[in-house]
């Protein structure tokens, strides 16, 4: 015979002690952590773009204005080294 009754419990299974203010100075130290290196590396992304474009002003050749051309050789070099040098900053981190 099945009992006709079970006891229900509102309670997680597991109740945990409430965070210390080191362990949340802490969780909060790694969170901005994680948003900064997402930032670092959405300019990242954003530099690969302008290069991007930039090489194509660059390849366009004669239907491009000369100072555009050159200003878009700089970018297309400034953005390369300016990405690589992220890469190294963010691999040390």
């Known amino acids: ?9 509102n309670l997680p299974e597991t109740v945990s002690a409430p965070e210390t203010v ?3 100075v802490r969780r909060l130290q790694v969170e901005a952590a994680t948003l900064a290196r997402q930032q670092v ?4 992304d954003a530099l690969a773009q302008v290069m991007r474009l930039s090489n194509e002003i660059v390849e366009g050749g004669e239907a491009y204005p000369v ?4 200003i878009a050789r700089r970018l297309a070099e400034d953005a390369d080294a300016s990405v690589k040098t992220l890469d190294v900053i963010l691999s040390r981190h």
């Open 67 to 70: 100072g555009a051309r050159e």
């Open 1 to 9: 015979m099945t009992p006709a009754f079970s006891v229900v419990s």
């Open 41 to 44: 590396q959405a300019l990242e």
């Open 22 to 24: 080191a362990q949340k």
